[in-house]
Nanobody, 133 residues
Framework: HVQLVESGGGSVKAGGSLRLSCAIS????????LDWFRQAPGKERVPVATIFTGGGETFLDVSVEGRFTISLDNDKNTLHLQMNDLQPEDTAMYYC??????????????????????????WGRGTQVTVSS
């Protein structure tokens, strides 16, 4: 069992930055996938950034590549999403998630593909990000 708690959301003007954090606790002893998803009102919940804890390889969706960075603290208990040059289309509820049994996934890209195909095992409750023009 894994628990995740997001923080760091807020309101910012276009071009601004926010840094989200996700506190991780529970059974995280093996290599697994950690993800950031987002969901805007009336839209699907979609992954935007992933990291594989074994080796720290990351992957960013094209919608955020070059602006967002996903990272994991050395103790592997805090996940971050640094969001720069925020735009109104980034407005959404942001969720962190964990897939502790990722099958053959062993890279950030593999974690992203898996996140696109199925729901991860565990979710946080989300933190709101609002970007005004």
């Amino acid at each position: 069992h894994v628990q995740l708690v997001e923080s760091g959301g807020g309101s910012v003007k276009a071009g601004g930055s926010l840094r989200l954090s996700c506190a991780i606790s529970g059974d995280t002893t093996s290599n697994y996938c950690l993800d950031w998803f987002r969901q805007a009102p009336g839209k699907e919940r979609v992954p935007v950034a992933t990291i594989f804890t074994g080796g720290g390889e990351t992957f960013l969706d094209v919608s955020v590549e070059g602006r967002f960075t996903i990272s994991l603290d050395n103790d592997k208990n805090t996940l971050h999403l640094q969001m720069n040059d925020l735009q109104p289309e980034d407005t959404a509820m942001y969720y962190c998630s964990a897939d502790v049994n990722p099958g053959s996934a062993d890279s950030g890209l593999a974690c992203y593909i898996r996140a696109r195909l199925r729901d991860p095992d565990f979710w946080g409750r989300g933190t709101q990000v609002t970007v005004s023009s």
